[in-house]
């Protein structure tokens, strides 16, 4: 549920990545009508507090060893929705160079490889099933299973 009120923020980060790309001349800049930009703003600030509340809540109800997790996942789906709003942003940007399919895939696909490469290679999770008898060990990287 959490996820879906962060992700539910878009539409603003989303007009911020537009602007920001058009002030760097990448990007039309988009009309800003102030109610809009309100209410967007509103819709964070709510999606905010549902947020903390929740965090506080589970800490109240004794599940406080979760909230180190659950600030962590929301620091991750925030940057989730951050790349997602860029990559809309850029797609709008690589839609206007009307380039075909292959070289569309070729610019994203090289620094899709370079913000997921480090994760692969060096992030620790825990091995599933019978495998950490199989390879003596209960914590592995993706690279060191590829091994």
């Known amino acids: 549920a959490v996820n879906l009120i962060i992700r539910s923020c878009l539409p ?13 001349g990448l990007y039309p800049f988009k009309p800003c009508k102030a109610l809009e930009l309100m209410l967007m703003t509103i819709g964070v600030i709510c999606a905010g507090v ?65 913000f997921l490469a480090p994760i692969a290679i060096f992030l620790q999770k825990p091995v599933p099933g019978e495998w950490p008898e199989v390879f003596g060990t209960s914590h592995m990287s993706d690279w060191e299973i590829l091994k």
């Open 50 to 114: 549902f947020t903390y509340a929740r965090i506080k809540g589970s800490e109240a109800s004794g599940h406080g060893g979760d909230a180190g997790n659950q600030v962590l996942g929301v620091v991750i789906c925030i940057a989730s929705l951050l790349c997602g709003s860029l990559n809309l942003a850029l797609a709008g940007v690589l839609g206007e160079c009307k380039l075909n399919v292959y070289d569309t895939v070729a610019y994203m696909a090289i620094p899709a490889t370079v």
């Open 12 to 24: 603003l980060t989303t007009f911020v990545s537009q602007q920001a790309l058009a002030s760097c």
